[in-house]
């Protein structure tokens, strides 16, 4: 369809070098059709983005079991720990639990992926407590130095929040599945502070 007085030539979208849908073969249809598609709808990327999750998580995890778990049976056990410290076998259990809500709440935040810069930060926050985990299974059970641990601990509980908060606007399961997770590491800072009492 053209305006009145208006040339072929002087269409908007043959002066950007565009063929008009009369002018195009069948194949040439098809193809315009289907980039348009693409363009339009970017396909979903949840298995990869699930794999990242993963390795991710489940690798932090890994860092730090390398150092916690030597030190549980010989130097863990002879502190002097609260009343409240639980059993040994029941740590496997929670942290399993709690890296694979992590790892999910991880992957829901993946699958929303933006340029926003809101995005970015959630991202970056995330990473950073994943760090502090690890370095407070290096500074509790690889270096022994509980006073330490329990600045990195703190910090730690610091960032978990901080990551519900920025997580929240974006997905909010996400941010509740960190709930149980934030939780924990307020107990383990409670047992952190009453162990360097102790000792």
Request: charged letters at 10%.
């Amino acid at each position: 369809m053209r305006w009145k007085g208006e040339r072929p030539a002087d269409s908007p979208a043959l002066a950007r070098g565009a063929i008009p849908f009369h002018m195009m073969s069948g194949t040439e249809m098809r193809i315009t059709m289907t980039d348009r598609a693409v363009v339009s709808s970017p396909r979903p990327r949840p298995f990869v983005n699930a794999a990242i999750a993963a390795v991710t998580v489940f690798g932090a995890a890994a860092m730090g079991n390398a150092v916690t778990i030597p030190a549980i049976p010989t130097w863990y056990a002879g502190l002097a720990k609260p009343w409240f410290n639980p059993p040994n076998w029941a740590f496997g259990p929670a942290w399993t639990i709690l890296f694979l809500l992590m790892a999910i709440a991880f992957w829901r935040i993946l699958e929303r992926s933006t340029s926003r810069p809101a995005w970015r930060l959630a991202l970056a926050i995330f990473i950073g407590q994943l760090v502090l985990n690890v370095l407070w299974s290096v500074t509790f059970f690889g270096l022994r130095d509980p006073a330490s641990a329990l600045v990195v601990v703190i910090a730690l509980e610091l960032a978990i929040v901080a990551t519900i908060a920025a997580f929240r606007p974006i997905d909010r399961v996400a941010a509740w599945l960190l709930l149980p997770y934030a939780a924990w590491v307020g107990f383990a800072t409670l047992l952190n502070i009453a162990i360097v009492w102790l000792n």
